[in-house]
């Protein structure tokens, strides 16, 4: 049986296989953009072998803003969920409020312009803003923002008054070696017809 946007497998062009530095001018698997599959992906993070699920996706050519580390979220652009087309500025994305998170950089590719994979699931970095509404600790639920390239804590009392929830921490931030006021959290932006 298949799922429809579902694949048991991925095409990586390069030779490490890891999905989080990927960025092409064109897709090196025809017919893949929008697919979404768990890869095992031991270069990031612990704990081990656990899956990450990453769907392949355009970056808008007019996103402007640069990735410097991992775990920015990563916002459908103004019905991009059509073309499977990503931004990173909430300005673009398909939500006044910034809100429609599809996922997650996991990485610094893709570049604008360029195909690539975001993470859609699993144990992935989330960065989070400077000073976070409750501190990052194991089981906090987390939300993107209205400003650009953050995530935020929710306070799970007021679960039902915020934005979508997209995950919940592992841990504190800076507690690792993904980068500055990064934590590892279990990602599950929601998704569209899956």
């Known amino acids: 049986m298949s799922i429809k946007g579902w694949n048991p497998g991925m095409f990586v062009a390069n030779a490490t296989g890891d999905p989080t530095i990927v960025?092409?001018?064109?897709?090196?698997?025809?017919?893949?953009?929008?697919?979404?599959?768990p890869i095992s992906n031991t270069i990031l993070f612990d704990p081990g072998y656990a899956p990450r699920i990453y769907q392949?996706?355009?970056?808008?050519?007019?996103?402007g803003l640069t990735l410097a580390t991992a775990g920015s979220p990563a916002h459908w652009l103004a019905a991009g969920?059509?073309?499977?087309?990503v931004t990173s500025d909430v300005s673009e994305s398909s939500d006044a409020g910034g809100y429609a998170c599809a996922g997650v950089f996991a990485g610094i590719y893709p570049l604008a312009g360029k195909y690539g994979f975001i993470q859609v699931g699993g144990v992935g970095p989330a960065l989070f803003k400077a000073t976070e509404t409750?501190?990052?600790?194991?089981?906090?639920?987390?939300?993107?923002t209205a400003t650009?390239?953050?995530?935020?804590?929710?306070?799970?009392?007021?679960?039902?008054?915020?934005?979508?929830?997209?995950?919940y921490c592992l841990g504190a931030k800076d507690a690792g070696s993904i980068g500055t006021n990064v934590t590892q959290a279990i990602l599950f932006p929601p998704r569209l017809g899956w």
Not at 56 to 63: M, V
Not at 149 to 165: C, M
Request: with cysteine.
């Open 56 to 63: 392949y996706i355009l970056r808008d050519s007019t996103d």
């Open 23 to 37: 960025s092409e001018t064109t897709p090196f698997a025809k017919g893949q953009l929008g697919t979404v599959a």
């Open 134 to 144: 409750e501190t990052c600790a194991s089981g906090v639920p987390i939300t993107p």
């Open 148 to 167: 650009d390239l953050e995530f935020d804590t929710i306070a799970t009392a007021q679960l039902t008054a915020k934005p979508p929830l997209v995950g």
């Open 81 to 85: 969920y059509l073309l499977f087309s």
